[in-house]
């Protein structure tokens, strides 16, 4: 492939990692990872509600990976307040697994950043190491959909399985019982889910520059011995 053909395609390469880079910075302090409905179910039992009657035990949880906002309904209005998971909410919820979440983001931003950096040394630069040249960018690129892929499981994971909405809304409540009544990923967890997609993009702009995959080596078929046999 011609060189003005591989910067151009090294450099859209660049530009999208350094949007993925900034991106998952910002996505990872909103609090827009998650949106639901929470039901005290305390006070719908009191009072056998059911069908309409429901809107008026019926809260709002939203919320990130750093703070986040909820009201409550108990039949007698809303009560709204915000909360931060550190340091309020640390022994309410699966700690350890909510930090490996934030150290992950951080992990994507850092080498979405350095995979941005190679994208452009490798278009406009003379690279001469195996992780600074053509090859080390399928390491990159891999590192940071990795790293999205794992952001999103354990977010879910800990969403659906560790049932954070609900670890939230009961957290310090002795007189009621909150239960999870909808909830839906909201537009922080879909820019991971884009900034995962980005990347296996930038995987095939390296493949269409002409660089070979990792490991793959190309045959070669040897004529010789067959030169020799038709000689004899």
């Not at 906002?69 to 209005?77: D, N």
């Not at 967890?189 to 702009?205: E, K, M, P, S």
């Not at 793959?216 to 040897?222: A, I, S, W, Y």
Request: with cysteine.
């Amino acid at each position: 492939m011609p060189s003005r053909q591989k910067q151009l395609l090294f450099s859209v390469s660049g530009l999208l990692g350094l949007s993925c880079a900034l991106t998952a910075a910002v996505a990872a302090g909103l609090p827009f990872w998650l949106r639901g409905a929470v039901l005290c179910r305390t006070g719908a039992e009191l009072v056998n509600a059911t069908g309409p009657e429901l809107d008026k035990f019926l809260g709002e949880l939203s919320y990130g990976l750093f703070h986040g906002h909820r009201v409550k309904q108990c039949g007698l209005g809303g009560r709204p307040f915000r909360f931060s998971f550190f340091p309020d909410l640390l022994s309410g919820i699966p700690a350890g697994l909510h930090l490996t979440i934030i150290f992950l983001c951080g992990v994507l931003v850092l080498f979405s950043s350095v995979a941005s950096g190679f994208f452009f040394f490798n278009a406009f630069g003379r690279p001469y190491e195996t992780l600074q040249g053509p090859l080390g960018l399928y390491l990159w690129t891999f590192i940071c959909c990795l790293s999205s892929s794992l952001v999103l499981i354990l977010f879910a994971s800990e969403v659906k399985i560790h049932r954070l909405s609900e670890r939230i809304a009961n957290f310090n409540e002795e007189n009621f019982v909150f239960q999870t009544y909808t909830e839906r990923y909201d537009r922080s967890f879909w820019l991971f889910f884009l900034i995962f997609f980005l990347h296996g993009l930038n995987a095939v702009l390296i493949r269409m520059a002409g660089i070979q995959f990792p490991f793959q080596e190309n045959k070669e078929v040897d004529l010789r011995g067959g030169a020799a046999d038709l000689m004899y």
